[in-house]
């Protein structure tokens, strides 16, 4: 990723606000229907998505991983769910602007139980943060896609349009 972290917070709460508001169109039977994708659902994906992002808050806060599967459903209720992810959204773009630059260059290790076999990992934190972003682009590429099979027409979401907007647009 070649965005700075900040901005790439930034933007990854634009793009979601803007799926979310499409998902809001389309009935829950809908979000729900088995698309045949990694996590089957439109609702099971944004699961997934937000379940991958609380998983590296956890590790960023030094805290022990409390989830065993990737699949895991935090939530069968859409608003729920929709509520959850637009908070952790928010916990994302201000922790990515108020970081030490400097401190991107350290590492952050931590052990993937039970998700990647008990893999351990000590990586640079920036290749971590860019790790979540690019894994937030590629399964909402994959709603976005969900969401026409559906009936909606998917909204905008390319970095450009980000780029683009005004600054005070956020939907």
Not at 96 to 103: I, K, L, V
Not at 105 to 117: N, P, Q, R
Not at 127 to 152: D, P, T
């Amino acid at each position: 990723m070649l965005l700075d972290l900040p901005t790439a917070a930034r933007y990854n709460s634009w793009a979601n606000n803007r799926i979310y508001n499409a998902l809001s169109r389309i009935d829950d039977a809908s979000r729900k229907e088995n698309r045949r994708a990694f996590f089957g659902s439109i609702h099971n994906t944004m699961n997934h998505i937000l379940l991958a992002d609380l998983i590296y808050r956890e590790r960023l806060e030094k805290k022990p991983t409390t989830y065993a599967r990737l699949d895991e459903v935090l939530y069968d209720d859409f608003g729920e769910l929709e509520t959850a992810h637009r908070e952790n959204d928010e916990w994302y773009v201000g922790y990515c602007e108020r970081m030490d630059p400097a401190e991107l260059d350290g590492t952050l290790s931590f052990k993937a139980v039970g998700m990647d076999g008990d893999e351990f990992f000590s990586l640079p934190l920036r290749m971590c943060l860019s790790n979540l972003f690019q894994h937030q682009i590629h399964h909402r590429g994959q709603v976005h896609h969900m969401i026409s099979h559906a009936g909606e027409n998917p909204p905008p979401v390319d970095i450009v349009k980000f780029g683009r907007r005004d600054i005070d647009e956020w939907t």
